[in-house]
């Protein structure tokens, strides 16, 4: 029955959403700043292994916290190469993903004697059922039974993420480093520590993503897991022109866009075109997004260069 | 621009008391001295006009004071006490603040936000309080802003005012505005002027770096000539007028005495009609015939750029027409013009002229790359290359390692030599040439001009763009003048140096001098 | 006024020579420093580092089957880099090979199926095309985008990637689906023998020192040959010079009458071009079908090839060649000691890493050094205002 797929496709959605919202934002945070970061999808590997691992020997909650922390202190790897030695930010990013691979690979070796997944069922956090959500009608309500607290936590966010970059100093100075640098160093701020702190936020938010995912939506680790999710969420920042509630929309459009496939399977509309179809969506998507509105869509000015690309040597 | 009547100059709010006086500033560059033995008494409410041409030293001499460069020689105080000025920060700190030309703000954000920001009083933002402040601090002053409006809606004039409250918000008491009405209309700058006279009666001081001499006469209370990185005069306007400013800043011209061929002026080579190009070029009307230099003078920054690259079909023109004898090539490309004959060379020379990663014998054929001499198939003809980079290296005795050097190995001046050599190479019926000595030694510069008139002498027509008399009175058969995106006259090299000091800085349109 | 006299300030080498002298030292730090991490954590398992790089050196040579499968593993990373450096020397990005070459393998797997019953001469040559004009018209997509709407060729080439990877999934259980039965892979018909690359070993009679596992085929020679060739377009070729115009200074190349966006679209098509045949090693020597399990990543090793080769095919090759090793030294490190694998991983990150911040460190300081002499010499004569 399509409206029973209906909840549960949203349930899945949901999950997906979380994932690309959080790493989204952290990657606005980072390219608000001016620095590039098409490492999002390496850092939210790392934060797959490194939380699986914590959350086997601690617990669900350290876990996350693991997850967070080494996707920060990676991300300091990123953030030296670009804001210190000035490295082509798409280069370090590009490094970021391949390292964070081997990584994976090693450190799953490591704790789980196997390279490439752990043993599955992953303690994780107890679930919610949301109070007046979950009572809805047509089965919608499905989606918001059984629910991670991570994606009440993860939506949350955007209220803080908004007033932090609108009212505090930091914000204002951090949007400041990635419009118009040369204007923030006349005015005497320091552009430096501004963007490592970008870079180390979207490297704790994806890294909290990849945990979200291994943790709370697989309980394992695999490799692979994170199936490109943290170039969509590229996508989804770019959509939602670095501003958090249209990010949050475009993350929940491409979420729902990776649910369909897997749970509306038999559903009339969709048996036409095949699944594989379905999954470019939100690629192709953003790129005619960004073709036909490249005049609305407007990185931050500094950060905007960067996706110029290199000088020839 | 008529003066304002009833402007006392100052006394209401005049305490005349000292407030920054430098002595003794000398700050050297590589080669040349840019502030020699400078002294000035800067006093709380007053206009301090600080005049030159370019390359007097007047910017450096600021940015001396706002700490941005650190002085050979010299002594700072401020308010009697010798002071250390070691950056922006400390400037600011003791009360001196600077509006630089080219204006650093954010344009997304919002007039407040760029006031505020490295200023903000706290980790929290309170936005209702500073645009309160910044609100107060414009009806105080007389300025029109409004304090949530975004940047990058606002007109030039009024992003002028944001720089200005951004150091007045800080609690300057002495500004630097550089060239401030470079970009100002008319209105703009009456504005300016009374908002400046405003801070001025409040007891604020403002010194005035400018090289227009009607607004100085106009706004100043003081006025300091700089000349090579000297002072040499100093005035009020009501001891002095445009004519006297004009010589003591321009002096006597010509460096060198060129003998100038005489030569048969031809057909008509270049006509450009009512070219208007954004954003500074206003309509202008002017003919170039073959074995005639057109000598464009003015102070940068007045159309010439945009000029030079309309007419090269680098900048596209919004209304008007560029024929190239006789045919109509508004709208044609670059590669299509250079075939029909245009050469340029560029004022910038690295970013428009060399590429400088690359060897010499590859930037000599820059523009000529698919010319049947240099390559087929697609492939190029290294040999035949080398021999012309070769050949026009030795012609223009262009001092270089090897042709494999890259050109940015080359000094300044050889880098131009490349330059001229090629474009010249190619033969053209039409040389663009902007700015053709900035930055060059002596030795340099003549070597150009001579290399000018000779091509002068082989019947090529030269539109010769230039903000220094010396170079405009040595090549040019025919002056005109350019200010504010229009030409302002027409002049014959015998014309004096204040006559076409004042028609480039803002006088009048004068009738033709013969 | 005309600006008084200026004296040149004099140089110790000449500024051609302080630049490759540069190179080499960044290279040599960056190879210490990656060699030193490496030892670190080789100690950690007790292992001796000299022995480790030893074997892995010996894995490498020993046998002519050893050097076979090192020049093996090179061979892609050569196509791949070649694709990444000839459109970097233009100023763009071309992180789309990943894709590209999966669409060539696509088209080219399209191209062996149907055309089944040509001869060698005839069949191999196309599928070669047909993997070149799949690639192209992949890497055309984000060129025209960018050049007519400004459409970041960073992002549009990533969003291909996925598209590309998820068009191949369709490909083989779709259209291009296997006909035979009872298979557990996903996969497409096997391609006949006359598509397939034919093996130097074969063409020389040399089986017994390169043997059937050891898939080294002309494919190897033939991206030699690329280098030659992509150094004869960048170097010495019309569109090679206006390319490097362009990317080195588009200012300057646009007043000498070179068309920026035609320069781009021309080069990005190349780069496609040669992305075609990264997979063709995998799919016409090695397997001879493609399937589910086809080999990914090469699009991203090229990147760091071509960085770690300068962006030069002759240092590409080089560096292909090395990277080659590292992945042949997988094998010496499972086999002869208890080192984990993915460490060589990591080692060729730290590696990456540190050449391309070396590069940039020493780069950025001759050019600034440069830069400051020239413009002090100009701001001197003009006095700064």
Redesign the interface.
Known sequence: MPLLDLGAALALCLKYSTIIFLAGLGGLFCERSGIVNIGLEGLMVTGTVMAAWGAIEFGPVEGLLLGLLAGAVFSLVHAVATVTFRVDHIVSGVVINVVALGLARFLSQLFFGAATQSDSGIPDLPKLDIPLLSNLPWGLGRAFENMSPVVLVAFGLVWPAIWVL????????L??AG??P???R????RVAPLRYAGVMISGALAGLAGGFLSIEVNQLYHEGQTQGLGFIALAALILGNWRPIPLMIGALVFGFAQAIPLRLDDFFLWSWLPEQFIRMIPYVVTIVAIAGFVGKV?PP?AAGRAYEGAG?? | MDPRAGDDHGEAGRTGAPFVVLSGITK???????NDDVNLTLVEGEVHALIG????????LM?VLYGLYPPDQGRISVRGEDVRIH???DA?ALGIGMV?QHF??????TVT??I?????G????D?EAAHAKVAELATRYGFGVRPSALVEGLSVGEEQRVEIL?ALYRGVDLLIL??PTAVLTPQETDELFANLRTLRDAGKTIVF?SHKLDEVLEIADRITVL???RVVGEATPSTTSKEKLAEMM??R?V??QLEKPDVQIGESVLRVEGLWAAPALRGVDLEVKSGEILGIAGVEGNGQLELAEAV?G?RPAVKGRIALDGADVTTW???K??DAGLA?V?A?R?????????SLW?NCI??R??DPGF?RF???L?RKIKELAAKLIRLFDVRA??L???A??L???NQQKLILARELESDPRLLVAAQP???????S?EFVWTQLLEQKSEGRAILLLSA????IYALSDRILTIYEGRITGEYQPDASPEQLGLAMTGDQRQEEAS | ?????????A?RL???AQ?ALGQALALGLALALAALVGGVIIRLYHESPLDVYATIWRFSTERPSDIGRVLENATPLIYSALAVAVAFKAGMFNIGVEGQYLVGMVTAAAAAVTFDSLPAFALLPLVVLAAMAGSMIWAAIPAVLKVKTGAHEVVTTIMLNGVAISLLAWAILHPLRTTDTGLVDLRTDIFPDAAMFPTIAHTFGLEKQLPESVYLTWLFPLALLACVLVW?LLF????G??V??VG??A?????????IGATQIKIFLISGALAGFVGLNQLLGDKGFLGSNYEAGLGFAGITVAFLGRNHPAGIAVAAVLIGMLKRGQDALALETNIPIEILIILQGVLILSVVIAYEIVNRRI?RR?QH??R??????????
């Open positions: 609108r009212r505090t100093r930091f914000g204002l100075r949007r400041s419009e118009n040369e204007a923030t006349t005015l005497g701020v407007q000015a020839g040597t | 050297r560059f590589p080669g040349i001295v840019a041409e370019n390359g007097a030293g007047k910017s450096t940015r950056s922006p920060r600011i630089h650093v703000l954010v344009d997304r954000f936000e760029n505020i920001l490295g200023a903000e706290g980790p929290l933002l936005m951004k550089d060239e770096i000349r090579r990185g321009v002096g011209p460096l060198f090269v680098l490309s670059v590669d013009r250079r340029f560029p910038d690295h970013g428009q002229g060399l590429v400088l990663n690359m590859e820059l523009g790359q698919d390559s697609g492939l190029l290294i390692r090897s494999s050097a890259p940015a190995s000094s300044g001046g000595t900035r930055g060059l030694d002596v030795g510069i220094e008399l010396d170079e | 006024m005309a600006a008084a006299a200026t004296s040149v300030p140089r000449p500024a051609w630049v004869f010495r070729s019309r569109l010079y206006e490097r115009a080195s200074s200012g300057s190349a646009q007043a000498g009458g070179i068309s050019a440069r002499e020239i002090a010499e100009e701001t001197a004569l003009e006095g700064a205002g």
